[in-house]
């Protein structure tokens, strides 16, 4: 029975690169002289990680942001794998720090919109939540395309991928 997998992975060596590349480009820029501007991965565990910009004023921040954002469309992260929502803290005298969550694994509310979607479309396949991955099964393979049309769709606020496609 042909089927396929819904995930939400980002490409984790292209988040590093434009990581790296955003700080090289911190300790170049002559804005960001004599500052403690970073940009830093931190791994929580398998499934969650974050991405942590320093700075030493609001501005410096927001410079910081854009400049991230800028090196993950170059290297063709997408955006909507950041939550993007999250509120700048104050450290300590001037000293500011957001924490942008990246998104890994779709999550439960994610996966029973997807469910929803797939039974409301009158499609003869079926949708099971397994983890963190939505698996869609179905009789034939055009009833399968035409649900990852679907949910490309309905579905716009995140970038979902497919994997593990059989036939």
Do not use: H
């Not at 002289?33 to 940009?39: D, L, M, N, P, Q």
């Not at 509310?109 to 698996?135: C, F, H, M, N, P």
Request: with cysteine; hydrophobic share 40%.
């Amino acid at each position: 029975m042909p089927s396929f997998d819904t995930v939400l992975e980002p490409d984790l060596v292209e988040v590093r690169n434009a990581v790296d590349q955003a700080n090289k480009e911190i300790g170049t820029r002559f804005d960001f002289k004599g500052s403690s501007a970073s940009v830093e991965l931190i791994d929580k565990s398998a499934k969650q990680r974050e991405l942590q910009l320093d700075a030493d004023s609001d501005f410096q921040l927001q410079q910081v942001r854009d400049l991230l954002l800028g090196r993950l469309a170059k290297r063709s992260v997408d955006v909507r794998y950041l939550d993007l929502t999250s509120k700048p803290q104050k450290m300590g005298g001037d000293k500011m720090r957001q924490v942008l969550p990246l998104k890994c694994g779709v999550d439960a509310a994610t996966a029973k919109k997807i469910q929803g979607l797939v039974k409301a479309s009158k499609l003869k396949v079926q949708a099971a939540i397994q983890g963190d991955v939505v698996r869609i099964s179905g009789g034939k393979r055009d009833e399968l395309q035409a649900v990852m049309a679907l949910l490309r769709k309905e579905v716009a606020e995140l970038p979902l991928a497919f994997s593990n496609f059989r036939d």
